[in-house]
């Protein structure tokens, strides 16, 4: 499934996107870091909340980690793993993402 072209998206940047995935409602986020994709599902392991409260917005003031706007945690950009929080240790659960010519797109693990 097509989320973004690879150029609409800047290094350090996010997209969100929510779709019909698998009969089931989908509600992720892109992020770039170092010209890798990485995406994730839009719920926060503290309590599932979703992480953003801008549209596309889920960085940190610094752009240097993924942060829940409901409590501040903060989890890496790249394995979306909580490195401050209240739910430290806990991970993001990740979606598997595949560039294809000028298309991210979300495939099936
Ligand atoms: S819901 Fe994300 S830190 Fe509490």
């Known amino acids: 499934m097509l989320l973004a072209k690879v150029d609409e998206i800047a290094e350090g940047a996010c997209k969100g996107f929510s779709a019909d995935w698998l009969g089931e409602k989908l509600e992720g986020?892109?992020?770039k870091?170092?010209?890798?994709?990485?995406?994730?599902?839009?719920s926060c392991p503290h309590i599932g909340a979703p992480l953003n409260w801008m549209p596309d917005e889920f960085l940190d003031p610094e752009g240097n980690y993924i942060q829940c706007s409901m409590h501040g945690a903060l989890f890496e950009m790249d394995s979306g793993l909580c490195v401050s929080g209240?739910?430290?240790?806990?991970?993001?659960?990740?979606?598997?993402v595949q560039v294809a010519g000028d298309e991210v797109r979300l495939v099936i693990d």
Not at 33 to 42: D, L, P, R, S
Request: charged share 20%.
């Open 33 to 42: 870091k170092e010209g890798v994709f990485y995406a994730f599902k839009n």
């Open 86 to 96: 209240p739910c430290v240790a806990k991970n993001l659960e990740s979606l598997s």
């Open 29 to 31: 986020f892109l992020v």
